[in-house]
């Protein structure tokens, strides 16, 4: 699987539906599945899982899994760890981009939710390593993009999500979710 996907803006139309970040999310999170598996994931008819599935494969952002498709019934997989959409992108499809931007926000709120949800049977060793917090900053473009750069290069030294590296036992899967958002007027309240 390769690690990241930049979509150019024909390629964003292709992931540019909720349901389709919804089971490339899934397909991510969970490893390769059926239509019919995502179907009863997602709570959706496996018509709709097929057609989307479909879709995804036509732009780049799944594959077959011919390990694992055996006669009819066709696994796919992911075929990148992650999307990292290029403001570029944006300006030139603004229309999909907001889809896709709407879909991934109501995808994080989804995770904040079941992650809330968890937090009474979390054990106490993780208690001091969560945090739900923001911060207010006023940046200029250039510091923006610096703390942007210096977040990702951060992340990449914990980095233990690819099927093939090695993680200590008691390793668990941790998402962090980071939004840095400008605000054209300024009156954001936090």
Known sequence: MAKEIRPDPTALRGLAHPLRVRILNLLRE?????ATLLADRLGQST???SYHLRQLAQYGFVVEDPDRTVGRE???RAAHRNTVLEGAVGHAAPAETETYLRAIAALYAERVDRWLSELPALPDEWSDATTLSNWRLRLTPTEAARLHDELFALLERYRRDEPESEAPPEARPVVLQAQLMPFVTGTEES
Not at 30 to 34: H, K, V
Request: no cysteine; aromatic share 18%; hydrophobic share 35%.
């Open 30 to 34: 969970q490893g390769p599945a059926t």
């Open 47 to 49: 018509g709709a899982t």
């Open 74 to 76: 066709r696994w796919w």
